[in-house]
């Protein structure tokens, strides 16, 4: 596979999982609680990981190759995991009270959050991300408004998450550039596992018989939109410019509303459908090219 296409269609393939997650772990909210969900399938993500290592490390030689000290894993993965935790807590409960489609399309925000963070990383972004940024607000206008002063709670959280996945974004970019992908991910689940466990003690009990009856919700989130999903985005962005993968992986909100449909049965009115399509065209403006970027 030629190394300017391997990144893409990693990204393609995270996208995908991630984006027809959203309908598990909207169906899960009916029988466990957020933090629950996120400690369950962030353990189980983990386990799966570390018990796949070693044959994926034998399939993958290049893997095996001097990288980072195991201390550099660690600290990389434990930073990187407790965004991670934050920014999927945020997500689930933002899913308690608000669609599939909808929390898939305000994830999808991050496309604009990604480059308005290169200003603090000594990037000026160019007058296309600004005007996609108010592109954007008008379509999560359409997209959330109630017809009241108040915007949805669940709308609220989803944003959040997804401003916390911006930063999740640029961290694996300029931090997991030298590191094993498998170790990375495996070592940041293992930190959200912990970090959600210790928060789903604080404000939650456990029920057995709710995680019997999302089970398969639980293992497909866990296995499919962690293990699969997460470890794609690690080795898909390293040849990547973090901006273009947020382009395409922003594609789950895609598979999240075509997920919401076909297993949820949810529908989207005209006036969400016309805020979803603003919201996805101020993704594109936000990456159109420069003047001088064109012309090379």
Known sequence: MKKSLKGPICLTLCAIFWGMAFSAQSSAMDHVEPYTFVFLRSAITCLALLISMPLLNRLNPANNAPTASNRRHLAVGALCGAF??????????GLVTTT???????????????????????RKPRAAIWLGVLVSLIGLYFLCWQGTLNVNVGDLFTLGSAVVFAVH????????????????????????????????????????????????????????????????????????????????????????????????????????????????????????????????
């Open 84 to 93: 991670l935790v934050l920014a999927t807590i945020l997500q689930q409960v």
């Open 169 to 296: 974004i640029q961290l694996i970019d300029r931090l997991g550039g030298n590191l094993n992908s498998i170790k990375l991910s495996a070592i940041q689940f293992g930190a959200a596992a912990v970090i959600a466990c210790a928060v789903m003690l604080l404000f939650e009990t456990p029920n057995l018989d709710g995680i019997l009856a999302c089970w398969t919700d639980i293992l497909y989130v866990a296995i499919f939109s962690g293990a699969l999903g997460y470890t794609l985005q690690i080795v898909g962005q390293k040849s990547t410019d973090p901006t273009l993968a947020s382009l395409i992986m922003c594609l789950e909100s895609v598979f999240a509303a075509l997920g919401g449909w076909l297993v949820l049965g949810e529908a989207l009115s005209v006036r969400e459908i016309l805020g979803c399509a603003l919201m996805l065209s101020a993704s594109v403006i936000a990456l159109l090219p420069g003047r001088k970027r064109a012309a090379q």
């Open 100 to 122: 599939t489609a909808k929390s898939g399309f305000i994830t999808a925000l991050y496309i604009i959050i990604v480059p308005i963070l290169g200003i603090f990383l000594g």
